[in-house]
């Protein structure tokens, strides 16, 4: 196994209904691992766990998508350092995950592991070469992390 990279993580929870049941599922040492593991390189990420009503603002004023979505990468930097924030906007997180079947912990997992590649340049949407490609390093990360692959 390779070495795993530096890491300077800063967690944080916005106040919305049932925050307690999100903050169980993702505690600090969890998140580092599963950042860590997808990393190529040092890094400075802010992950923030926000309600319905932020995650919809965000994606609308970055993205122009006016809807909640699961998780929105802000990328900065990608050398010589990455420097990011990862918004995942509980409620989406919840109910994907009940809807596949997962428990919310690896659905978390899984989403932090792909705005982790996000933050350093991999893209699903530039086509479909480089989604496979994308999803394939996903599911390698998630299985050396004891996760089943998220896609089958």
């Known amino acids: 196994m390779s070495v795993l990279n530096g890491l300077q993580l800063s967690l944080q929870f916005a106040a919305f209904d049932g925050v307690a049941e999100h903050r169980a599922a993702l505690p600090r040492h969890k998140v580092q691992r599963w950042i860590r593991h997808a990393l190529d390189t040092d890094a400075e990420i802010t992950v923030r766990i926000v309600g319905a009503e932020e995650g919809q603002a965000l994606n609308r004023d970055y993205r122009q998508r006016d809807y909640a979505t699961n998780v929105l990468t802000f990328d900065y930097t990608q050398e010589p350092v990455v420097t990011a ?3 995942l906007c509980a409620p989406v997180v919840a109910q994907e995950a009940r809807e596949n079947g997962k428990t919310l912990q690896a ?46």
């Open 85 to 87: 924030d990862l918004v």
């Open 107 to 152: 659905h978390y997992a899984h989403l932090l592991v792909h705005g982790t590649l996000h933050a350093q340049g991999w893209d699903h949407e530039t086509g479909e070469e480089d989604a496979e490609a994308m999803e394939a390093r996903e599911a390698e990360i998630l299985e050396r992390l004891g996760f089943q692959n998220p896609y089958r």
